[in-house]
């Protein structure tokens, strides 16, 4: 029995079946369905039954997800809604703001210089992946918040990755002012001539591509191309330091405007597969978290970081986007969306982990606090935000 358990046949159908019971939950509950399938995640989780842990398959399988999503996110966005001063000022303040946050809330618990900053370094990330999957079911991707979301969460990952950076060198005592220099020049790059290749070659091949005798004998080629496409800038971005799902989101950019007539369609093609890779994503983020590692040693300070956590991009986000002249409630929109830290903390918190910088204690509050920063955004958005009729267009940036 054991054996079969163990199979990735079995793994994939019980994350599979525990995602739909996520909707009805959801639908129970009258919430998100992202709320629904986390909580059914914990349930099969360590946390309750044990029936799936996070081993590397199903790490494997989330990551897909993560990066299919926000290649179909792409499809909803152009490159120039999400390059704006505006949004750089929204995430600086969203990442220092928070990293300040987690360095006290680390100290107050009596915690030494390197277990501050690695703390402070998770609370910076932001995870895309929540806030636009919520803000699709919703339909508020093209909303004025939700532009301001995504254009400062991709930033926000480039800044996270500079604290990232500048955390461990300063712990390992070779921190110098080129480190920093050398990662924006490699971003920057990447970003530009990914963002140029996408748009101006490999779309309008696709096109020229699509009225081929080839093509219409092979309806499923330039399919099996983006999504081979949307892997390859994936992999890039993670080999400059980025998230994978940055390289997947400008991938799905690149082919925004793409218009085929003899090919099956990328986009309802991608959504496909979302279905599928996206709902085992939010399933493995209730299964990551153990509750049952959690002692009454670590719970203050759990309790206390996932409030500072809320509090300091919810507070670093807003007023900035306030400034910017957004109003009220989308800003606070902003705030809430930018809150959710999703897998990117428990990346910083494995790495923190790994090299000795913060214990197996403060390991399990990051990536408890990080599962409970996901669910608030769906919650406050659902009952609070999105309840009753959106404000508007807000002042365009």
Not at 174 to 202: E, M, Q, R, T
Not at 230 to 236: E, N, P, R
Not at 322 to 340: E, N
């Amino acid at each position: 029995m054991e054996g079969i358990v163990a199979t990735p046949e079995f793994q994939v159908s019980l994350l599979l079946f525990a995602a739909l019971g996520g909707y009805l939950l959801a639908s129970r509950i009258n919430q998100s369905a992202v709320v629904g399938i986390i909580l059914v995640g914990l349930l099969i989780g360590p946390s309750v039954l044990g029936l799936v842990t996070y081993n590397e398959f199903v790490r494997g399988l989330a990551h897909l997800g993560a990066v299919v999503l926000l290649f179909v996110i792409g499809f909803e966005f152009k490159l120039k809604d999400i390059v704006r001063p505006a949004y750089a000022f929204i995430a600086l303040i969203g990442v220092i703001v928070p990293w300040v946050g987690g360095y006290a809330t680390a100290v107050w618990a009596g915690m030494d210089f390197s277990t501050g900053l690695f703390v402070g370094t998770a609370l910076t990330a932001t995870s895309i992946a929540i806030t636009a999957n919520v803000l699709q079911e919703m339909n508020k991707l093209q909303t004025d918040a939700a532009r301001a979301i995504i254009g400062a969460a991709v930033i926000d990952d480039v800044l996270g990755l500079i604290a990232l950076a500048i955390t461990g060198d300063v712990v390992a005592g070779a921190f110098h002012p080129s480190v920093i220099i050398f990662i924006l020049l490699k971003v920057v790059i990447f970003l530009l001539v990914a963002g140029a290749v996408g748009i101006f070659i490999v779309s309008r091949f696709l096109v020229r591509l699509d009225n081929t005798p080839f093509v219409a004998r092979y309806p499923e080629f330039i399919f099996i191309f983006a999504m081979t496409f949307a892997f390859l800038y994936a992999m890039i971005a993670e080999l400059v330091g980025l998230s994978a799902i940055v390289g997947a989101f400008i991938a799905g950019i690149s082919f925004e405007r793409l218009t085929l007539r003899k090919s099956l369609d990328v986009k309802e093609g991608a959504e496909f597969l979302k279905i599928i890779f996206a709902a085992i994503f939010f399933v493995s983020l209730g299964v990551v978290a153990d509750f049952k590692a959690l002692t009454l040693d670590i719970l203050p300070f759990l309790v206390v970081l996932t409030i500072v956590a809320i509090a300091t991009k919810v507070v670093g986000c807003a007023i900035p986007a306030r400034i910017a002249g957004i109003c009220r409630k989308d800003s606070l929109i902003i705030g809430f969306g930018m809150a959710p830290r999703g897998e990117v903390a428990m990346i910083v918190a494995l790495i923190g982990l790994e090299q000795g910088y913060i214990g197996q204690a403060v390991f399990v509050a990051i990536i408890i606090m990080s599962l409970l920063t996901t669910l608030i955004t769906p919650l406050i958005y659902r009952n609070w935000f999105f309840k009753d009729e959106y404000c508007g267009p807000s002042h365009q940036i």
